[in-house]
Structure formats: C-alpha cells, structure tokens
C-alpha cells in the first residue's frame, strides 16, 4: 500500500512545499518543526488502520466506555536524518517503543555508494507493529537494510514507512525486494532520480539541512 499524503491536499501539503524551497531551507528550526509536523500527520493517518479496544474509563461523574489501542507500536529511525520526523510520530504515540538503526551511504572515489548500517538499538519486534522513518526514500537500498536486518531475529506483524519525499523508482525497489505487505506513507512522491541516486526535484540532503553538513564517508 502506497499513500501519497499530499493527495488529500490538507496542511502538509504546505510543510513539504517549504521543505522544498531554498528560501526557506536555511531556517533549521522551521525545516525539522516541518518535518515533525509530517511525522504527526502520519503518525495520526496510521493510527486509523491499527487495532483498537474498548476500556472503561471512570470519569468524576461515572464511567466511560473507551477506545484506547490495543498495543503501542514500536517507532524505529534512521540516523540522524530520521529524528524529527520520529519525533512528530513520538508525540502522538507518546506511549511508543522505540528503535534506532545507523544506516548510511558509503561513498566511493568512482561516485558509486554502498550502505552502511553499522548500529542498531530495538526491543523485540516480533508479533509487534513497526513504523519506520527516514525523510527520503531515493533508491530504497536502506530501507530494504534495514527491514532485511530486523527481521533477521523478529517476525513483526506490520511494517509500516514514513518519509517526507519517495522516488518512484525507490518504492518500486522496495516493493520488488519486500513485498507490498510495507506500507508506505508519504509527504510527496517525485518521479526522477539521478544517477547518484538522489531525488528530482526533491529538497537536497535532509540531514544537512537539520542538523548541518557532515564530513563525507
């Protein structure tokens, strides 16, 4: 399942847009509040889809019968990218486990990259439902990592992906390698990607952009 939740041309339409603009990118508290504010939204689009029970709740003035989840979800990030849309996704399952898994791209002197995934710090995941983030999805290569490493010692019952800005060619890989039981959620969706794998038109590199520029691996 692929969700596009710019479609519904609500708010977050508005915060992938100054995402987007260099006029707007170099302010780096407006950059991760918008990208937290996408982690919200989505946070609360996924919350529509999982299981649900019926509590009684003892209000001042008799008891109420309530909906509460039947089991919190466990929130994994990719570092360091991932944080504030993680973040957003915290704030409104603040009762969340959580997971964070070091993946990146290790460049090459001939302009090619291999990822890297060189941490990861998760509670058992098995039976549980999984959401994921990571701002970009381009080629889908860490993604596919990243699942691939997590299920290596866990069988989650959902795996659920949230990004600001997805390739198609990126979701199509993810699809291919993974199945379409990943959900993907989605700020926006571009169609070009180049030959270093970055996306068209994007935003630039998300990471630099919250929390500034790093030395390149």
């Known amino acids: 399942m692929i969700v596009n939740l710019s479609k519904q041309h609500s708010l977050l339409s508005n915060w992938v847009a100054e995402l987007r603009d260099v006029n707007i990118q170099g302010d780096r508290l407006r950059f991760r509040r918008n ?3 996408i982690g919200e939204i989505a946070a609360y689009e996924i919350s529509k889809q999982l299981a649900w029970q ?3 709740t003892q209000t001042p003035l008799g008891i109420h019968n309530s909906k509460t989840l039947k089991a919190q979800p466990v929130l994994a990030t990719i570092l360091r990218a991932g944080l504030p849309l993680h973040n957003g996704m915290l704030n409104y399952f603040d009762k969340a486990d959580n997971a964070f898994i070091s993946a990146y791209r290790k ?3 001939d302009g090619s990259f291999e990822i890297n995934l060189e941490y990861m710090s998760c509670p058992s995941l098995t039976n549980r439902v999984v959401i994921i983030s990571d701002p970009m999805l381009a080629t889908g290569a860490s993604l596919v990592k990243t699942i691939n490493y997590l299920k290596q010692e866990n069988t989650p019952a959902e795996i659920h992906f949230v990004c600001a800005i997805a390739a198609t060619i990126g979701i199509e890989f993810v699809q291919r390698e993974c199945g379409n039981d990943i959900k993907i959620w989605c700020g926006d969706i571009d169609e070009e990607l180049t ?7 994007g935003l630039g590199d998300a990471g630099d952009l919250a929390f500034g520029t790093k030395m390149q691996s």
């Open 54 to 56: 019926e509590i009684e």
């Open 107 to 109: 460049h090459h002197h």
């Open 35 to 37: 990208l937290e504010r």
């Open 195 to 201: 030959a270093k794998g970055y996306i068209v038109p």
